[in-house]
């Protein structure tokens, strides 16, 4: 069987990942392997996964460097990569959310500045909204922006609140929910037909098994 690459998000997703592949028999051992190796093999020898940082994982997939991925949709709708976007994993889950100082008016702003991690997911849901906004550029620590004077508001991942809440911002608009996501690479998909059709529909499976 021809090997199939499989890219994974370093941190949040990739032990969640990894667990979803020992669920369908296939085990990546080395990947609890104290060690900084980005290419792991599955003790099949049949698979091979690949760690990279979250926003890389469509880069590698839409260029064929892998034959799958698994990335949060936060990656996909900032990346708008020409992937197959194959199945809701169920799992990383969190939401996008414009939050801001606490009773923050949004429409007050002459030009709203917006601190973020993903300017295009930023850009495209105020302009959707006939709102032109600058985006800030961030790489992290996100909510320190409209602390310090940097911005207004900031787009960024909310999952329990905590970050927000302790820095006293809170959630001015909910904007798109956020769960990871199997992805495929378009030429794969035809060429490596016969070994990805059962491995997806296998973690279809999966995925409905353990949403009852
Ligand atoms: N609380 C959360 N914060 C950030 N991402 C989360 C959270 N919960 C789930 N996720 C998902 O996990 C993915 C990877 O998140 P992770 O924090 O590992 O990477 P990152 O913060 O984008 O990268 P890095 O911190 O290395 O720059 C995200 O793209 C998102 O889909
Ligand atoms: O709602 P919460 O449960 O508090 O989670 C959300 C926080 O987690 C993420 O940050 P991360 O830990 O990835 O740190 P960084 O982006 O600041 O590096 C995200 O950017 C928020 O800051």
Partial sequence: MEKIKIALTKGRLAEKSIQLFETMGIRFSAFYEDSRKLIIPSDCENFEV??????????????GAADLG???KDTLLETNADVFEIVDLGFGKCRFAVAGPTHFDINQAVKLSVATKYPKVASQYFSDQ??????IKLNGSVELAP???LSDVIVDIVE???TLDENGLEILENMHDISARL?????????KNQALKPLIEEVKEVIAVRQG
């Fill in 50 to 63: 690949i760690l990279v940082k979250a926003l890389d994982v469509t880069t590698y997939v839409e260029n």
């Fill in 70 to 72: 698994i990335a949060g």
């Fill in 130 to 135: 006939g709102k032109q906004i600058e985006t």
């Fill in 147 to 149: 602390l310090v004077g």
């Fill in 160 to 162: 329990t609140g905590r």
């Fill in 183 to 191: 992805v495929a690479n378009k030429a794969s998909f035809k060429t």
